[in-house]
């Protein structure tokens, strides 16, 4: 069983900064790449960020220059450092991870709960 498991949401002021922690758990072979994506009301699920596990990042183009995502393999946590918050940065956050199972010894995609983020004076 895999779990992912986010923290660090929550409200800030325009031009504010805050960082979301994503750490998976469960028993597997690896983590191939991880990342975040977002979804604000109304709106489609939008990519945030990637970053497999040899480091190479990709980043959606209304958040390039202002986040920046990194990753600690010993600790299976991806994090989503977010400067210059913006108010259409609002949304709910997901952490996206794709994971080498023992079970189906497969690449499997796995989401967690999502984290919400209001940028708002």
């Known amino acids: 069983q895999v779990q992912l498991v986010e923290s660090g949401g929550g409200l800030v002021q325009p031009g504010g900064s805050l960082r979301l922690s994503c750490a998976a758990s469960?028993?597997?072979?690896?983590?191939?790449?991880m990342g975040w994506y977002r979804q604000a009301p109304g709106k489609q699920r939008e990519l945030v960020a990637t970053i497999t596990n040899g480091g190479n990042t990709v980043y959606g183009d209304s958040v390039k220059g202002r986040f920046t995502i990194s990753r600690d393999g010993a600790k299976n946590t991806v994090y989503l450092q977010m400067n210059i918050l913006q108010p259409e940065d609002t949304a709910v956050y997901y952490c996206n991870a794709g994971i080498l199972t023992i079970a189906t010894k497969k690449t499997m995609i796995y989401w967690g709960q999502g984290t919400p983020v209001t940028v708002s004076s």
């Open positions: 469960g028993t597997f072979f690896s983590i191939i790449d």
